[in-house]
């Protein structure tokens, strides 16, 4: 399966930059200075305590928010103006942590949904998409004519990552996907995102499950209190008896 457009350029093309990041609520800053960088085929998690700022810089990235710095996704600066609709017609999609499925719509309508924009510019390829979102999530295959409200936990979560993919994005911003979910399924949902990664989508993945995201991940970052604190390739971090001793919850014996 390829998930990507055929003009996707190399295998370390940068995807997104960012530099000097900051959000604001009101006086109060959020994220001040943040630098990160996401190329393509690459897992790049930020980890964190709550209230760190994981989700709002999710949100500043696809548009939700106002920004200061700078924002550079697939070569292109972006301006204060950007929109959420401009960035996901260029391949950026966001799964939020809380899902946000319709409930009282199928399975396979809610996947539909999710290609609705490149069928409004033209694009007619939704039918041969929905086919490679269900190879990835054979379950939802089973479950396409059933009401999303009545899925499980595991199986939202699949619908909520189906749906994106539809839109055949350049860059999946995965918010918090282990949250709420158990053991034996987090550990397919992070096999699935694994898989993404070798189809060539570029993931920022935002985990509070530092453990599980530094397994799957490339390069990873510490975010605390609004500023990334420590970063690195994934398996340093691992290892590294800040990131042990904070988020890994081993303690600092071992």
């Avoid at 003009?7 to 900051?22: F, I």
């Amino acid at each position: 399966m390829r998930v990507l457009d055929d003009d996707v350029e190399g295998e370390r093309t940068v995807v997104l930059q960012v530099r000097g990041l900051s959000v604001s609520y009101g006086k109060v800053d959020a994220l001040h200075g943040i630098a990160l960088r996401v190329h393509r085929g690459e897992i790049v998690t930020v980890i964190g305590p709550n209230g760190a700022g994981k989700t709002t810089l999710l949100c500043a990235l696809i548009g939700l928010l106002p920004v200061r710095g700078e924002i550079v996704y697939l070569g292109e600066r972006q301006d204060a103006g950007r929109s959420v609709e401009k960035l996901v017609r260029q391949g950026m999609t966001l799964v939020p942590e809380k899902r946000e499925l319709f409930a009282e719509m199928s399975v396979e309508d809610n996947l539909l949904l999710g290609a609705f924009d490149r069928y409004r510019v033209g694009h007619r390829d939704q039918l041969e998409t929905i086919d490679q979102v269900y190879d990835i999530f054979p379950r939802l295959m089973e479950r396409r004519q059933q009401m999303a409200g009545t899925l499980s936990g595991g199986e939202r979560q699949m619908l909520a990552m189906g749906r994106a993919l539809m839109a055949k994005p350049r860059l999946l911003l995965l918010d918090e996907p282990s949250l709420g979910l158990a053991p034996l399924v987090i550990r397919e949902i992070f096999r699935t995102i694994t898989q993404l990664k070798k189809l060539g989508v570029a993931i920022l993945l935002v985990e509070q499950n530092a453990r599980a995201a530094l397994q799957v991940a490339d390069y990873g970052y510490v975010l605390e209190t609004g500023e990334l604190s420590l970063e690195g390739h994934s398996r340093e971090l691992l290892t590294d008896q800040r990131v042990v001793e904070s988020y890994l919850g081993l303690g600092g014996r071992h």
